[in-house]
């Protein structure tokens, strides 16, 4: 049998030699390995001397289960490369607002300079605000023009994603007395196919004005000093009638874009109904209500020819129009 002299001169000459680890440990410490055999041998041991024996058995255990951990780390550690921060394959370029977030502030701004104040409302609509206040009941041929992707709603409520911003007029005018100037910026949804000008997601800036005098005319000073001030030069605009139940008259708003029109809003003058609807019953408070398409918007000022880029999260597109100062 080995004594306890010898395993200590081996385990140091092991040591020295700087023997595999996982071969270290194996020899010494493991159920057959060098420091089990000799804890059997205690038995052999004269009494007076075995507390000592046993002593230093321990203390060489002990000694080499601390120098099997130590390498056993540093070779764990050692296997981590440390990847210098050049080889990452990582954008080390900060994040910053989406083109689209950055244009919707910078509207809420040029509106706020004409005393309008921003409303919200929710994105998961019920057919009551999104259609039936707005005048747009279930038989209305108008309720086809806005393909609508429904949401099974568990109380019974038939609701869905809004098809367009026109509901916070009512939201606002339940809660609100006129005169009411408001803009409200958000994401609408319409299950349509797309090309290169129709999304099936995408935002619109609702806007609304009502008072005692807010008349067509205050409607077109509004919307020429809203293109000037978003493009900083003067741009072709016309005023095409059309229809809208929640408005009469209604117009559509198309921009001159070197060969052709781009239909940039619908707006009105607020049917009497609907301000009924929303709980205004003077006949002397009258207005206007327009609802951009702020993609549209984007198109022209970033010279954007399918609109389908804008959300390709697609960082060569995205870092190109974060270049662009508004
Ligand atoms: C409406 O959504 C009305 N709610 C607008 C309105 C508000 C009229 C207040 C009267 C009073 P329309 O469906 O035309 O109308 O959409 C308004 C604008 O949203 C369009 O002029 C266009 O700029 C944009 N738009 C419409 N559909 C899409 C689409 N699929 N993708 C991108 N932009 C769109």
Redesign the pocket.
């Known amino acids: 049998m080995i004594s306890i002299e010898e395993v200590i001169k081996e385990y140091k000459d092991d040591k020295k030699d700087s023997l595999d680890i996982d071969k270290l440990e194996h020899k010494y410490l493991s159920r057959k390995g060098y420091i089990a055999e000799l804890f059997k041998g205690i038995k052999d041991i004269i009494p007076e001397k075995k507390s000592a024996y046993g002593q230093k058995l321990n203390e060489l255990k002990q000694d080499i289960e601390e120098y099997v951990a130590k390498n056993k780390t540093q070779e764990i550690e050692s296997n981590i490369e440390i990847y210098p921060i050049n080889r990452l394959d990582m954008q080390s370029r900060l994040g910053g607002l989406s083109p689209i977030s950055r244009l919707i502030f910078k509207i809420q701004d040029i509106f706020a300079g004409l005393g309008f104040s921003v409303a919200v409302g929710p994105e998961l609509e019920s057919e009551k605000y999104n259609f039936d206040m ?1 005048n747009i009941p279930e038989s209305h041929p108008a309720r086809d ?2 393909d609508t992707i429904w949401v099974q709603n568990p109380a019974g409520i038939k609701s869905l994603l809004r ?4 509901p916070v ?1 009512i939201h606002y005018m339940e809660n609100n007395k006129p005169p009411i100037r408001i803009i409200a910026p958000g994401k ?1 949804y ?1 299950y ?1 196919a ?1 090309d290169s ?4 997601v ?3 800036v ?3 004005c009502l008072d005692d005098k807010a008349s067509i005319s205050t409607f077109k000073g509004v919307i020429n000093y809203f293109f000037k001030e978003l493009f900083q030069q003067d741009v072709k605009i016309r005023l095409r009638p ?1 229809y ?1 139940p ?2 009469e008259p ?4 198309d921009i001159w874009l070197e060969d052709k029109w ?7 003058m ?1 049917n009497r109904k609907v301000l009924e609807n929303g709980g205004i019953t003077d006949p002397n408070i009258q207005g ?10 984007a198109m022209i000022l970033y010279g954007i020819d399918d ?1 389908r880029l804008i959300h390709s999260a697609d960082i060569r597109f995205a870092s190109q129009l974060g270049k662009i100062q508004l």
């Open positions: 707005l023009v806005w098809t367009h911003t026109s007029q609408v319409r349509e797309t000008t129709h999304e099936t995408f935002h619109q609702e806007g609304l059309s809208f929640f408005t209604s117009f559509e708003i781009l239909e940039i809003a619908g707006a009105g607020v206007f209500a327009f609802g951009f398409g702020v993609e549209r918007l609109i």
